[in-house]
Each structure stands twice: as structure tokens, then as C-alpha cells.
């Protein structure tokens, strides 16, 4: 029987190890996190001291930060990241620092992908987080046939009228004896029906199929199974090709065939524990987050929502700049400002991320600034300041309101209404 343990990213909790179960959970802390591009883009040129601590939590050669407090028990913090660690005897459940709920549904706005390790974890199965993967799966394989599946060749035997490749002599030769005018031929075939497109309509089968899953999802998984018409029966050799170094053609399909694999796989993934064998993983959390809001606001405003760069000149030097890389730049540069994965505690300005955003309204030559960040009470928001003579910058603080009795669909509803009444010139309701 396994000890479940919960704790919330980037929140240290003190934990009972034993010398096995701290040695595995460092090894594993660095191997999670051993990949380069796996925290995401360099960090902005202007950083508070939320955005300090991240830019040094990317760089640690470890997703966990583990303190010796007492005998045994350590001090554990999970850097930005959830998911389920199996640990001998032990599992270490990270959840999210927001509810699940409105975690989930931001995150299914998103698509992303997390790195596993072969330690064995017990994970519930038929969670609330099972439909963001198949989310992103579904998303990734769209935006991959926007592009077109790749061809390659085939190596295929086949009776012809003609003769194509080389010829099989002693298959011919019977099928001459048998009064059939054909040539038997091996050749290659340029096509579609490769082990990497096999996977992916595997499992765009498997998520169409699901009754757990939306409606929407399905038809989408539906829809993309329907674009792979000349692609053919899913093969138990396929899977492997996700683990394979992809040539440069291919790098489109790393992202869906990572994502495609764990749905065949039947991971069970969940944030959660459970019953079900699966593998230990984790995924970052800032950046699904960043552009699960931005995805959800572009299609509220119907305006341009992007990430963007700007570059400010220095006083003493025409030739230097310095990089400003706001988070959010809504309407072209009407509004900029940053998407802050926190928690409110209170209805005070941070200080750090009044300059942040200040200084990238400045850079871009923004009409206004903005904050978007989280809370669990109506009342921690910061009240909206004006800032300079001419012009004048208003800047404002717009929280989702993440609070368990509120539904992620109305924290949505609200937060695009506020960004609409400052397109509109209008002010919102910063108490969301």
C-alpha cells in the first residue's frame, strides 16, 4: 500500500523521506529536468522579484527543490510544475496552486506537452485531467494538418498490368502458368501510410471514442481521423517511432506524436491519486497558463491577442537596445501588460510588477497597462492607477477569480468582459 502525499507547486511542504525515496526523487528532479527548451523562452529583460525567482527555478538543474529540515524529513518544493512522482513506498502528488477546476480549464485552452520518467506511479484514472491531454493531442495533430501530413516511401509487393520496380520471377512466372496476365513487382510507394501517421490517427481514434470526453472534443477527433483517409491500421511497431529522433522535415510531428503516444499508452494520466499503474510525470505550469489566457481572450475580443517583443533604445547609444517581452499585446499595441501565474493575497500593487508593466506600456507606446493575474477573493484586486503627465498611462489589475464556488466558465465570462470595456475606453469591474 502506497502513502499518498499532496502538496501544491512552489509551496515548500515538509515530508518524510527515507534515504531510497530522497535518492529517487532527486535523480528524478534533475532527469525531469534535463531538457534546455523544456522551461520555455528566455526570460523578459525587465523582471520583478516573481519573475527573479522563476528565471532562477528554469535554470536549477532540478524541478524540485529538496531541504533537509530535520532527521528524515525534508523540506520539498515543486517549481512550477504538477503532475505524480512514484516513489518506493511513496507518492507525491503536486496540484496546482489554483483549483483543479479552473486549472483544467484553463489549461484545455492550451496545448503543451510534459516530460515522464519509467517509475511507476498509481494514477486515477478518468480524472478531470485526462481531457486536457486529449485536448492538446487533438489541437497539435490540427494545427499539424494545416501543414499536411508527410509522405514517405513504402516498400510494397503487388501484381501489375505493367511492370514498376523490379520483378519477382517466380511469383510471375506462376501467375503466367495460371493464365493471369500480370507481372508481380516489389517497388516503393510514395504515400501517407508511415508509422508516424499511424499513431496519430491511433489515437484520434481512441479520443473520438471516448464517452468521457465532450461532444466538441470527439467531433474534432473525428474530424481530423476523417483528414488520414489514405493512412492504414494502426501497427504495435508504430508507438515506437515517438521515441525516435525525428529528421528535420519531420520536427512538426514531435509535439503530436509525444502527446498521441501517451493517449495510446493509456497512461491514466491525472494530477491525483489512484489505482490505475502509470508513469511518473510533470508539466510546466506558467506557460500553459500563459497561452491557455491568451487563446481564451483572442477569441473573446476578436482582436490580435499575441505574446510580441519590443526593443527600446538607450539614452547614451543609438545603436543599443534593450529587449521588452510582454506576456499579452491585445489590439495591435492598444493594450500590453503581462499574464502573472499567482495567487493575490491582498488588493495592494506588487510594486515589481507595477514597473514591469509599466515599463513594457512605455517600450510598445501602449494606450494602456495591464496585469493579469489570480485570486481567491473578490477583494484582492489592485485598484487601477493612472501613472505620468502627458500622456497619461492607466494601468489596471484584471484577476481570473479562481475561488472554488465560482465556475471557471463565469471567471471567463468575466475576465472578458473587462478587457472589452477597456477596448471599449470603458472601466471594468476590477473585482471580478
Known amino acids: 500500500m502506497l502513502d499518498l502525499v499532496y502538496i501544491t507547486e512552489s509551496v515548500s511542504s515538509e515530508i518524510v523521506l527515507t534515504p531510497e525515496q530522497f535518492a529517487v526523487l532527486e535523480s528524478l528532479g534533475r532527469s525531469l529536468a534535463s531538457s534546455g527548451t523544456w522551461w520555455g523562452e528566455k526570460p523578459s529583460a525587465v523582471t520583478d522579484s516573481d519573475a527573479e525567482e522563476e528565471s532562477k527555478e528554469k535554470h536549477s538543474s532540478s524541478v524540485f527543490q529538496l531541504t533537509p529540515s530535520q532527521d528524515g524529513i525534508y523540506k520539498v518544493k515543486a517549481l512550477n510544475v504538477v503532475g505524480v512522482v512514484g516513489l518506493p513506498g511513496l507518492e507525491l502528488v503536486i496540484q496546482p496552486k489554483i483549483p483543479m477546476a479552473h486549472f483544467t480549464h484553463i489549461a484545455q485552452r492550451a496545448f503543451g506537452e510534459f516530460r515522464e520518467a519509467d517509475t511507476p506511479a498509481q494514477i486515477a484514472g478518468g480524472s478531470s485531467f485526462w481531457p486536457v491531454i486529449a485536448s492538446w493531442c487533438v489541437s497539435a495533430i490540427e494545427s499539424l494538418l494545416r501543414r499536411d501530413l508527410l509522405r514517405d516511401y513504402n516498400e510494397r509487393i503487388d501484381e501489375l498490368r505493367a511492370v514498376r520496380g523490379s520483378v519477382l520471377v517466380l511469383p510471375t512466372s506462376r501467375a503466367l502458368l495460371a493464365g493471369r496476365l500480370r507481372v508481380t513487382c516489389i517497388f516503393d510507394e510514395f504515400e501517407r501510410d508511415t508509422p508516424p501517421n499511424r499513431v496519430l490517427l491511433k489515437a ?20 481530423s481521423a476523417a483528414r488520414f483517409e489514405d493512412v492504414g491500421e494502426y501497427r504495435n511497431s508504430d508507438l515506437s517511432v515517438a521515441s525516435l529522433p525525428l529528421e528535420r522535415r519531420a520536427l512538426l510531428y514531435r509535439q503530436p506524436l509525444h502527446l498521441a503516444s501517451t493517449i495510446i499508452r493509456s497512461t491514466a494520466i491525472a494530477v491525483m491519486g489512484g489505482d490505475i499503474p502509470g508513469k511518473t510525470f510533470v508539466i ?14 483572442k477569441k473573446a475580443l476578436q482582436v490580435p491577442v499575441t505574446k510580441e517583443r519590443f526593443a527600446a533604445p538607450y539614452l547614451d547609444s543609438p545603436t543599443g537596445k534593450e529587449n521588452f517581452n510582454p506576456d499579452l499585446v491585445i489590439g495591435g499595441n492598444r493594450i500590453v501588460g503581462d499574464i502573472k501565474y499567482r495567487v493575490a493575497s491582498n488588493a495592494e500593487w506588487s510594486r515589481p510588477e507595477l514597473n514591469q508593466v509599466l515599463a513594457f506600456a512605455t517600450a510598445s507606446s501602449a494606450e494602456q497597462g495591464i496585469v493579469v493575474g489570480f485570486t481567491l477573493q473578490t477583494e484582492h484586486v489592485a485598484p487601477a492607477i493612472n501613472v505620468g503627465t502627458s500622456p497619461k498611462i492607466p494601468v489596471h489589475a484584471i484577476n481570473w477569480n479562481a475561488n472554488h464556488d465560482i465556475h471557471p466558465a463565469d471567471s471567463e465570462a468575466n475576465l472578458c468582459n473587462a478587457l472589452k470595456k477597456l477596448l471599449n475606453n470603458e472601466e471594468p469591474e476590477n473585482a471580478l
Open 204 to 223: 484520434l481514434r481512441t479520443i473520438s471514442s471516448d464517452p468521457g470526453l465532450s461532444k466538441d472534443l470527439r467531433r474534432r477527433a473525428q474530424r
Open 284 to 297: 510546466p505550469t506558467p506557460a500553459i497558463i500563459e497561452t491557455g489566457i491568451r487563446q481564451i481572450l
